[in-house]
């Protein structure tokens, strides 16, 4: 498995682990609204550091584990995979903006759209790296 592939399928397991987990929180904490501003950014700020840190312990492991400078290398196939992978998650991004930037704004407000913002985002970012974790596991075809 290439470091490429291991840090997309750790990513994806992390995104669905820990924002699935603060996501659900937030629904279902009784008295999420009643908490005040510096708990709430406590929260996402917690939340985010534990991401902050899987993402650093996986691009340290996969640097280290490297065999060669050159593996690290992007050859075709890994920007086809990434590019790819990218469109897709940038059409995800932009649907969950348009709600989040243009519906929202119109019957919530504050932490709701905060907290959906986040969501698609981390719904983005799961979809590019399962969709580059996936291409190195079926290839690519042109």
């Known amino acids: 498995m290439s470091h490429r592939e291991r840090f997309a399928l750790v990513w994806v397991v992390a995104l669905v682990v820990v924002l ?14 009643g908490f005040g501003v ?19 312990a996986t691009q340290i492991a996969a640097h280290s584990a490297a065999d060669r400078p050159e593996s690290l290398a992007l050859d075709e196939r890994d920007r086809l995979i990434a590019g790819r992978a990218a469109a897709a ?4 991004l932009i649907a969950g ?19 959906a913002a986040l969501l698609a985002i981390a719904a983005a970012e799961i979809v590019h790296h399962g969709l580059i ?9 042109a």
Request: glycine content about 14%; hydrophobic content about 55%; charged content about 10%.
């Open 133 to 141: 974790f996936a291409a190195y596991r079926r290839g690519v075809r």
């Open 97 to 115: 903006m348009i709600i989040v930037g243009i519906v929202m704004p119109f019957n919530k407000g504050g932490w709701e759209i905060i907290n």
């Open 38 to 56: 510096s708990t709430k950014i406590a929260l996402l700020g917690g939340t985010l550091g534990i991401l902050a840190l899987a993402a650093i």
């Open 20 to 33: 699935g987990t603060y996501m659900v929180l937030v629904a279902a904490l009784p008295g999420y609204d």
């Open 89 to 92: 998650a940038y059409h995800v």
